[in-house]
Structures are given as structure tokens and as C-alpha cells.
């Protein structure tokens, strides 16, 4: 089972990252440091990486922290099938060479990116019952399946003795496609923790940007699919709701909305200010009457596939 009392968490895709994230310009190796220590004396101890972010540096720095550090983290790393991925020991080798990029000898949580070729959902979770059966990785969780897939993996797993920890899906005011979908009910049937990816629409929700200022570098076509008419009138009353206590900006309103849903934020963070306003989530939390505005006002926004996806 996911640690209950963990309900806020890291996001580290932009940990390294010169493609997507612009890492070693517009930020760098200082302020990860600075909102990593940051985010330690807040309490905030759960981050989530994975083998494929930044070709394996967002590990490698995220290892580096937590060697330097005496406080336990929880740490998240994904398995991401290949092709070229055929026996269970290309799902063992690459557990290694992410234990090996994280300085750990086990790991905390292995969550499964969903299948490809091969490596078919039976195969992992074979694969990860060996894993858990070896004492290389504490708990399983999923990556980015759907309902059905969770139900196969769940079943296949369940045969081992184990069950799912948690689930890493996209969740955010511009994306509740889980929550009729059928995945958010799946999981809280099968007692998974959902964890929000994107939380911040990938920046979108913090208003800073929008068609007239958008985010530099690649990051701007994925960014795509959360622009919707409606985007100006929810960050006017993000905005709003976030005066209303005590001068919260619209990405620590976003934050709270999923947090006070039950389900745990991880907002990608690469700077100290970033760290110090996101670690707030868990020590406030907007009325009921706010959060059902948000609710109605996000309630049929439809996000946009962008054209060449
Ligand atoms: N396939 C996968 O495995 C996968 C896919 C997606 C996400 N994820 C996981 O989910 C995590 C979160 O998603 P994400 O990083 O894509 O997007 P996100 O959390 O929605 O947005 C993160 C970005 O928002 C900006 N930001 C963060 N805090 C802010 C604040 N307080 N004020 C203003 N701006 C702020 C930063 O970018 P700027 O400063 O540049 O605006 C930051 O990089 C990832 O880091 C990753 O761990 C995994």
C-alpha cells in the first residue's frame, strides 16, 4: 500500500532536462539543490523520476540529492518498455541500472509504464512479482494505464500475492478525463493511490502563459492540449479564489484542488520560489463553496488532442 500520510509529492521530469524543460539555461543544478533542500525542511519527502527523463540524469541527480541527505525519501522510479525488451531480464537490467543512477540498493516504488510488444502486461507483472520476491523494490504502481489495463495487470499480479500500490496518470482542472473514464473509480476500488501528474497543465494553470505568452522550446506543442476557450475566465477565478486566501496564486490554487480530491499532486518544480509555493498545498485548503466552483466551472472542459498527436 501507498504510505497514506504521503499526500503531496516531486515531479523531476524537468531534472535534467535541455529538450523539453530548457534545463542548463534557464535553471540549473543550483536551484534543484536549493528546492530540493526546500521541499526537505517543508516535509515534503516523496519524488517521482523515471529511467526515461532526461536519458536517465533526472535519476542520477535525483540519486545525488538523496545520497547528501540523512532524511528517508520515498522514491519513485518508472520502468519504460522497449521494443526491444524481450526476456525478463531486460525488465531486471533495467531495474538495475536504475538502482545503480539512484545510489540505491532497493527501491521504493516501481511503477510500470504500460506495455509494448514483448513485454506484454502478464510479462511484467510476472516480472515485478520477481522483483518484489527479491527485495529489490519495496512496492509496485502503474504509469499512465487505463482502466482496463490496471483491471489485467491487477488480476495478473493478484496471482502472486501482491496488489498495486499506485497509479501516475494525468489529472488537473483541465484534465478529469480519470474521473469519468472509469480509472478513478478502479482505483479506489483496488485501493490505489492516484498520483496527478501534470498537475499544473504543465505550466498552463499558473497563468503565465497563454496563445500571446507561450512557453518557450518544445514544451509549447505539448502544451497545446490544455488551451481551451475557457482558460481565461478559470485562471480569472483561480486567481479570485486565491485572494480570497490570503494572496495564493493560481498554481498553489491548482495544487489544492487535487489535494483536497484525495489525490496526491506531483508538480514538476525547478526552482526555489517554485519549491516554497508549491510545498504549501497541504497547510491550507479553499471552502467547499470554491472547490465546487471550480468543479462546475471545469466540470465539461474537453481537452484538445493537438493535430499531429
Ligand atoms: N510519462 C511520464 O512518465 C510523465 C509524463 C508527465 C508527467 N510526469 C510526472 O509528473 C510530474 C509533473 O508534471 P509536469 O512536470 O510535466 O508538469 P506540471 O507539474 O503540471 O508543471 C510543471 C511546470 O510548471 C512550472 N511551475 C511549477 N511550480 C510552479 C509555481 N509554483 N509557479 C509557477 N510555475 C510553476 C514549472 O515550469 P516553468 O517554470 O518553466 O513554467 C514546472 O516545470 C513530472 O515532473 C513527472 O514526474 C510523468
Redo the contacts with the bound molecule.
Sequence with gaps: MFPAEIRFG?????WGDRLL??YGR??GKEDLTAAFRRYLNDGVRFF???S??AEGDSERILGEFNARTPVDLLIAT?YVPRIWHLRRSDFMDALKLSLTRLKLTKLDIYEL?PPVGRMTIARMAECAAEVLDMGLVEQVGL??YNAQQIDTFNEAFSRFGYSVACL?I?Y?LLDRSIETNGTLDLCRSLNITVL???????????G??DSEAP?AGS?RQMMLRYHTPSLDILLRTMNHIGLENNGK?C??VALNWIYNKGIVP??????L??AI??AQTIRWSMTKEQMNLLDTLTGKTEVRVPEEA
Excluded: H
Design positions: 516531486v515531479g523531476t521530469w524537468a524543460w530548457d534557464e535553471y517521482s523520476t523515471s526515461s527523463f518508472k509504464c504509469s499512465g501516475e494525468p488537473n496527478a501528474q501534470q498537475p499544473l497543465a504543465m505550466g498552463m494553470l499558473t503565465k502563459y512557453a514544451r496564486n498554481a498553489q506531483i508538480p514538476g518544480t525547478k526552482t520560489p517554485q509555493e508549491n
